[in-house]
């Protein structure tokens, strides 16, 4: 079982960030639930090595209202 | 979701056998929060360690002079809260409130978890080592939230 624990960096907002574990790999475009909001992938970077069953990434996005 | 498959999401416990995870396990008291509501205060005394079972927890830090608290992160499912004072039993050094309702947490208390870990070395090693890696990746994310964040 793979699990992605992800640091989330939000630009164009106030939203202070966030630390996650995803069950799939986040992708630049897609959308990311954080609670009641969502944001879209803009940047994906790997953090540090993978560890056994966990990846660990950075994403960055943006607010999906502010999407382009 | 079950307790056991939330656990063997954290970071904190990977690499342990089943049987050690259950021995975790039997040490988590579940407790409910409300949107809004404190789960540790800052520069209190508290030793105890916080898993985040359902919901979303902010992690908010005041200035020296106790002014305004700004919120550093927000912490999901799987993420854990209370690993430093774990560790060097020194003050909450963040606020961390609920920001959902329900926000689930298990709590494992400092001293069950040292005595485990004492009698368990194997279990000791692996969670120390697991924890290591997780301030260093809170280090790297708080680097790189200060240059695009």
Not at chain 2, 47 to 73: N, W
């Given at each position: 079982?793979?699990?992605?624990?992800?640091?989330?960096?939000v630009?164009k907002?106030?939203?202070?960030?966030?630390?996650?574990?995803?069950?799939?790999?986040?992708?630049v475009?897609?959308?990311?639930?954080?609670?009641?909001?969502?944001?879209?992938?803009v940047?994906?970077l790997?953090l540090?090595p993978?560890?056994?069953d966990?990846?660990?990434?950075?994403?960055?996005?943006?607010?999906?209202?502010?999407?382009e | 979701?079950?307790?056991?498959?939330?656990?063997?999401?954290?970071?904190?416990?990977?690499?342990l056998?089943?049987?050690?995870?259950?021995k975790?396990?039997?040490?988590?008291?579940?407790?409910?929060y409300?949107?809004?509501?404190v789960?540790?205060i800052?520069?209190?005394?508290?030793?105890?360690?916080?898993i985040?079972?359902?919901?979303?927890?902010?992690?908010?830090?005041?200035?020296?002079?106790?002014?305004?608290?700004?919120v550093?992160?927000?912490?999901?499912?799987?993420q854990?809260?209370?690993?430093m004072?774990?560790?060097?039993?020194?003050?909450?050094?963040?606020?961390?409130?609920?920001?959902n309702?329900?926000?689930?947490v298990?709590?494992?208390?400092h001293?069950?978890?040292?005595?485990l870990?004492?009698?368990?070395?194997q279990?000791?090693?692996?969670?120390?080592r697991?924890?290591?890696?997780?301030?260093?990746?809170?280090?790297?994310?708080r680097?790189l939230?200060?240059?695009?964040?």
């Amino acid at each position: 079982m793979a699990v992605y624990k992800v640091s989330v960096v939000v630009t164009k907002s106030d939203h202070p960030g966030a630390i996650v574990n995803l069950e799939v790999a986040p992708e630049v475009g897609k959308t990311l639930s954080l609670g009641n909001e969502e944001f879209t992938i803009v940047e994906v970077l790997e953090l540090m090595p993978p560890r056994g069953d966990f990846h660990f990434l950075h994403v960055t996005c943006i607010p999906k209202n502010l999407e382009e | 979701m079950e307790i056991k498959q939330i656990m063997k999401g954290v970071e904190l416990f990977d690499g342990l056998s089943d049987e050690e995870l259950d021995k975790v396990i039997s040490l988590c008291q579940e407790r409910r929060y409300k949107d809004n509501d404190v789960i540790a205060i800052q520069n209190s005394p508290g030793k105890d360690l916080f898993i985040i079972q359902e919901g979303f927890v902010e992690v908010a830090v005041a200035g020296r002079a106790g002014g305004t608290s700004k919120v550093i992160v927000n912490l999901g499912v799987g993420q854990t809260v209370g690993e430093m004072s774990l560790v060097d039993q020194g003050p909450r050094s963040a606020t961390v409130r609920a920001i959902n309702t329900p926000t689930v947490v298990q709590v494992i208390t400092h001293e069950a978890f040292e005595k485990l870990c004492e009698t368990n070395t194997q279990i000791g090693y692996v969670v120390m080592r697991n924890m290591a890696a997780d301030l260093s990746f809170r280090l790297r994310q708080r680097h790189l939230s200060d240059i695009t964040g």
